[in-house]
């Protein structure tokens, strides 16, 4: 752990900006919205925009990964981060400011996908769930600090009252954004002095380098037999796209497509990216006091239980987590909607829904958050890994997409409203979480299991055994 851990938070470092570039938007949208007049769809598309960019990095991801190792794409990413903190706190332009969150949406889908990938390949089986787990501690950490750089930004000129407010619409929102420079430079910076996956330099025949990294890792016995597995397992590969559509692989690419849907499709960022919209109506002002307020309670809760995550998930296992983690969430989103739908004045609705939301963040952050990116980085072999992980991924981002381009739409819809009032959208995400459940049947449970061990379960049998 003295070797494994300074590596390991150092390549978190990418999911901590992760995090934050997805977070950030949540305290900047009403400012947004008001700056530039922005209808509901554009709202949306503010929102959304940069999950476009996070589905194009994580389609260019696999090959430079594959081809020029894990490192060179962590680095790829922090420049990426950086271009995007700075150019979205310039703009003076909707259309501009769109164009450097895409941006920044390249770097979140190649850190989505490398920084999990580096951790698992480093790291013994024994500890490998929580050490991949770390990155979503980095990454919920990330959203929840922008919750309370949000808010303090936005209470920094409070006291000014409406002259507070036009400062927040025409320059506070910057200020969010700008935030993000400094750790983006670190991890830069701090990326050259981490070793290179071992599993990536054996497929490179550069064995010498690979064996001196493990025996760091885990001692010189497990360098040993884990280099040995890894070779026997790249034996048997070729790493081509017709290999990754195998019929022995059908089973596991299906899942890892299904189970990253299903993570957004289940709502998680709509609170993320809109929970002090849903709130602001607690507040008799702008939404600042109670919207960006609450926000803290959720992203923190959110860092809080995924800490219960890193300590249990190779204890417990994958699949008990995933389960019991996927019901809370339905049970959850069902209160959600019956609050929305019967509640008798938005004020009440905002005091009553901070305990379901609370339950549904807890759940998630204890189970579906940083469980489905452990499995994502198991289930599939060495020499496919980059691609395997950049199609699931993608799938992931397009998902997070539909749902945060819809909400609002769906939110501010007059027929869903006159009929369901603001009720509809957790019936939807509600619905998706059974359907999590169902497809967990298929999973198989990894844990502590070997990436070779795991990657014979498929070939041996077609499907896990």
Known sequence: MGYLLPVCLVATLGGLLFGYDTGVISGAIEPLTAKFSLTPELKGW????VLLGCAGGVLAVGPISDR?????????AAIMFLLSAIGTALPQSVTVFNLFRILGGIGIGIASISTPMYIAEIVPGAIRGRMVAVNQIAIASGIALTAFVNYFIAKSHAGDLDGGQRW??????????ATGIAPSAVFAALIPF???SPRWLIERNKDDRAHAILAKAAGEDFARAEAAGIRESLAREKGTWSELFSRSLALPLFLGIALAVLQQVTGINVFMYFGATIFKGMSQSTGVDAGLLTQIIINGSCMLFTVVAIATVDRWGRKPLMLLGSAGMFAALIAMGLIAQFSASPAQVGNWMLAPILVYIACFGLSVGP???VILAEIYPTAVRGRALGIATCALWLADFAVTQTFPMMDENPWLVEHFRHAFPFYLYGFFCLVLIGVMKFVPETKGKSLEQIEAMWRKHGEPA
């Open 168 to 177: 927040l619409i025409e320059t506070g929102w910057r200020w969010m954004f």
């Open 194 to 196: 981490l070793p290179e």
């Open 68 to 76: 020029f190792g894990r490192r060179l794409a962590m680095m790829l």
């Open 371 to 373: 469980v489905v990116w």
């Open 46 to 49: 503010v929102s959304a925009c």
